[in-house]
């Protein structure tokens, strides 16, 4: 079993140019995209987060029982659903806005125990911003960590929601050392202000940094780097793609039985390539369609 712990959210995604053409609402949220992806790619999957109640919150819970992932683990909550209105750029690159504040998924508490045969957890996003919930999410990072879990961690960095840029890296390094395996943007490591081989020496055992539509680089505790190119497709827009990457990798290496930091030492480079060629495979399929829809174990497969 994977659980995913974050935070989901409705995006509002423009069908066409104009500030105020149709937007159309779509199931979202990084970790939630995550979960997603995981159950269609067919891993045992589970999803820990506080939802809302309303018609959206609703809707979120469908897409997930939909993909088969568990959702006993979710915590309810009166308060509305976050909204995040995306931009499309013309390369198909989201930006977003943000509408957050009284909204369910920043009340997250921290559970008593994770789902039974919990193997990994993932976190990431806005859900390690938003206090009090962000507290809550990283409690349960640390805990899982000194518990033996694998943790994965994309912190998909949304500095809008950053008023004070410094404690976030700070408080990002202190995450490191309960961190297996990191996934960061080119984009996030420079926001950050740190190289993968000084991250790797805080805890980690392996970093991927996703490079757009040029490929994956993973960096490894040994010295070792591997780099795969990415997959040509007529990009709609890149919601998502990153989220299906996390995704992908969590459900290769469940495939391989390495979740561990030892397991992932010994990947070695053709383990390494086959794993980030799958993961680029996947996210590529995603940015073919428009918001967040990560495909499934076969589309992957045959693509």
């Known amino acids: 079993m994977i659980v995913v712990a974050g935070e989901a959210l409705i995006d509002l995604v423009p069908q066409e140019a104009g500030a105020l053409a149709g937007l159309d609402p779509r199931r979202g949220g990084g970790p939630y995209n995550t979960a997603v992806a995981l159950g269609r790619l067919g891993s045992p999957a589970a999803f820990c987060s506080r939802v809302s109640s309303d018609a959206f919150g609703e809707a979120l819970l469908d897409g997930l029982r939909e993909a088969n992932v568990d959702v006993s683990s ?5 308060e509305p659903t976050t909204l995040a209105v995306a931009s499309i750029g013309t390369d198909g690159s989201a930006r977003y806005s943000f509408y957050v504040e009284g909204t369910a998924d920043r009340l997250f508490s921290a559970p008593d125990q994770l789902p039974p045969g919990t193997r990994a957890v993932s976190f990431g996003t806005c859900s390690l911003v938003l206090e009090p919930g962000a507290s809550a999410y990283e409690e349960l990072m640390r805990v899982a960590s000194a518990q033996g ?11 809008v929601l950053i008023s004070d840029a410094d404690a976030y890296r700070a408080r990002f390094k202190s995450w490191l050392p309960s961190v297996s395996l990191l996934k960061v943007s080119e984009e996030d490591a420079d926001w ?4 993968p081989r000084e991250w790797l020496a805080s805890g980690p055992a392996a970093i991927v940094v996703t490079r757009g539509g040029d490929g994956l680089t993973v960096f490894t505790r040994d010295g070792a780097e591997h780099s795969v190119p990415g997959e040509r497709v007529d ?3 890149t919601i998502g793609a990153g989220d299906t990457v996390n995704a992908a990798l969590l459900h290769g290496l469940t495939a391989r039985d ?7 030492a010994g990947l ?4 390494w390539s086959e794993l980030l060629r799958y993961a680029a495979r ?5 940015c073919s369609r428009a918001g967040a829809e990560p495909p499934y174990a076969h589309e992957v497969d045959g693509f």
């Open 74 to 78: 979710v915590q309810r909550g009166a």
């Open 268 to 271: 070695g480079a053709e383990g």
């Open 235 to 237: 990009v709609v827009d």
């Open 258 to 264: 390495a979740l561990s930091a030892t397991a992932l």
């Open 282 to 286: 996947a996210a590529a399929i995603t």
């Open 149 to 159: 879990v694998f943790t994965a961690l994309d912190p998909n960095i949304r500095s």
């Open 192 to 195: 950050l202000g740190g190289t």
